[in-house]
């Protein structure tokens, strides 16, 4: 480690690598950018490098769109109905309501109370009785019929909560290497 009198530092770690590999080294989310724009490598004049890859939030980002609930891009509730339109669900209202139906889409509204403007966002449903409108605001709970379709949805929440709990993981990049390379 060297520190100057300015406080920048350096840290270095450094090897040797001699074919395909896998080297780890521990980042927080934050400090990879500068991670990746410091880290040097260099041939010893009979390898080189023929490729490094690093699995970093585009894994996610991949992850969420291919599920059917494509939750990349962090869309609100709106955007996630509006993708399921046509799908059966069942919402529990904060009554205790259950309504069954399918799903026709989700907008957000513009009212006014008194002297004031709230947006509030809808579901609207296609149901045995009609249609029907709720505002978010009053549903307890919803699940949707297709279990298949309930666990993207899952899948896709616990991937972002792996990405939200990790601060500092471990990073790995992938070194494909012809011959004998150092790195630093």
Same mark, same amino acid.
């Given at each position: ?6 406080? %920048?530092?350096?840290? &270095? &770690?450094?090897?040797? %690598?001699?074919?395909? @590999? ?17 880290? $040097? ?15 970093? #939030?585009? !894994? ?9 609930? *494509? ?6 509730? %709106?955007? $996630?109905? =509006?993708?399921?339109?046509? &799908?059966?669900? #069942? @919402? /529990? ?12 889409? !989700? ?5 006014? %109370? !008194?002297? &004031?403007?709230? /947006? ?6 296609? +149901? /045995? ?13 919803? /699940?949707? +019929?297709? =279990?298949?379709?309930? *666990?993207?949805?899952?899948? !896709? ?6 990405? @939200? +709990? ?14 004998? @390379?150092?790195?630093?």
């Amino acid at each position: 480690m060297v520190l100057s009198t300015s406080g %920048v530092g350096l840290f &270095q &770690q450094g090897g040797k %690598v001699d074919g395909p @590999v896998q080297v780890q080294l521990q980042a927080s989310s934050t400090e990879m950018n500068d991670l990746l724009k410091s880290l $040097v490598f260099w041939d010893q004049g009979n390898g080189r490098i023929v490729g490094v890859s690093y699995p970093g #939030q585009s !894994a996610l980002g991949r992850i969420l769109s291919s599920l059917r609930v *494509d939750l990349s891009g962090n869309p609100g509730w %709106v955007d $996630v109905f =509006t993708q399921l339109r046509g &799908q059966a669900i #069942q @919402v /529990e209202t904060l009554q205790g309501s259950l309504l069954t139906g399918r799903i026709l889409g !989700a907008d957000r509204r513009t009212l006014r %109370v !008194a002297d &004031q403007f709230a /947006e509030l966002d809808y579901l609207n449903l296609v +149901t /045995e009785t009609g249609l029907e409108s709720l505002s978010l605001d009053q549903i307890r709970r919803f /699940e949707l +019929t297709d =279990t298949r379709l309930q *666990d993207d949805l899952n899948r !896709a929440l616990t991937a972002w909560q792996k990405i @939200v +709990t990790m601060s500092v993981k471990p990073s790995t990049f992938i070194l494909r290497v012809k011959g004998c @390379v150092r790195w630093r």
